[in-house]
């Protein structure tokens, strides 16, 4: 199993950013992918970003590329998203997530988070 909390969320106005982390725990994670998802009020869970652990390849959604960043801190078994020019449209709730395959993290993760909202308004 493995635990993953999220942190960070928070209201911000269009343009500025924050920065959310997710502490992770639990089963041996080094081979992992970690990602982020998000649910918007009335829309489908999407995903947001992803991140191997192993080697830090990182893979984003169309929408958010050049204006996130997912990183993860080995030594503190975390896992960041800077969001930086941010949209009305980015508003939702932020799902840390994790799965042993991209093509699952990105899809159907296996764990999830408890879930951190982010709030921007216009």
């Known amino acids: 199993q493995v635990q993953l909390v999220e942190s960070g969320g928070g209201s911000v106005a269009a343009g500025g950013s924050l920065r959310l982390s997710c502490a992770v725990s639990g089963r041996s994670f080094s081979s992992y992918f970690m990602g982020w998802f998000r649910q918007a009020p009335g829309k489908e869970r999407e995903f947001v970003a992803a991140i191997s652990w192993s080697d830090g390849t990182a893979y984003y959604l169309n929408s958010v590329a050049g204006r996130f960043t997912i990183s993860r801190d080995g030594a503190k078994n975390t896992v960041y998203l800077q969001m930086n020019s941010l949209k009305p449209e980015d508003t939702a709730v932020y799902y840390c997530?994790?799965?042993?395959?991209?093509?699952?993290?990105?899809?159907?993760?296996?764990?999830w988070g408890q879930g951190t909202q982010v709030t921007v308004s216009s």
């Open positions: 997530v994790a799965a042993m395959q991209f093509a699952v993290v990105r899809s159907i993760p296996n764990y």
